[in-house]
């Protein structure tokens, strides 16, 4: 952590279960006795549409607002959407980005996106086919969220432990959804 607290952005578009993401990191934060606050930024936060959440957790947080290049961890659901979070990011900040892009009129190309990655984030980076994976795995890619999760844990990128991670699943996920969920974060520690 680079202070007393740990921020994180969490960026996609509507219906890939953003929501649900930032509620499970909050209470796996809170099963490890930290203080918690989140904030959702809508955009058009309906299914297509620019959301984004953020998380602070720690010892004392005051404004649940990552600032600009205040971000410890980007963990974005579509790829041009860590993009456009990037003003969140300095240096340090290291970005989780699934390999998903939401289709549109006059998107770029897979190579263009990846040279723009490759331009504009300057920290670690971490390009993973999450989506592809949970819908091959598991049947499921709205999954994506919860198995990128499970990367970030177990690659340390962020300061949580795996076990309050599954009893926040426990807790959070209504009982016929717990089982994959739990599979989805596990499928990520052999990535």
């Known amino acids: 952590m680079k202070k007393d607290n740990f921020k994180t952005v969490i960026a996609g578009v509507g219906g890939q279960g953003l929501i649900t993401l930032t509620q499970l990191i909050a209470e796996s934060a809170l099963v490890e006795g930290s203080d918690v606050r989140t904030s959702e930024l809508h955009g058009l936060s309906q299914r297509g549409g620019s959301v984004e959440t953020h998380i602070i957790f720690g010892r004392k947080v005051y404004s649940p607002l990552v600032g600009q290049g205040e971000a410890d961890l980007i963990l974005s659901l579509e790829i041009l959407e860590a993009l456009r979070k990037i003003h969140y990011a300095d240096s340090e900040t290291a970005f989780l980005i699934n390999g998903y892009s939401l289709p549109y009129s006059g998107s770029p190309s897979d190579k263009e996106i990846s040279d723009m990655i490759k331009k504009e984030i300057k920290g670690e980076k971490y390009i993973v086919p999450a989506s592809k994976i949970c819908n091959e795995k598991l049947g499921k890619e709205v999954l994506s969220g919860t198995y990128l999760l499970g990367f970030a ?30 599979e989805a974060f596990k499928l990520a520690q052999s990535s």
Do not use: F, T
């Not at 300061?159 to 309050?164: D, G, I, N, T, V």
């Not at 009893?167 to 994959?180: C, G, H, Q, T, V």
């Open 153 to 182: 844990v177990y690659n340390k990128l962020i300061p949580l432990k795996a076990e309050s991670v599954l009893r926040a699943i426990e807790r959070l996920m209504p009982d016929k959804y717990r089982k994959i969920n739990k």
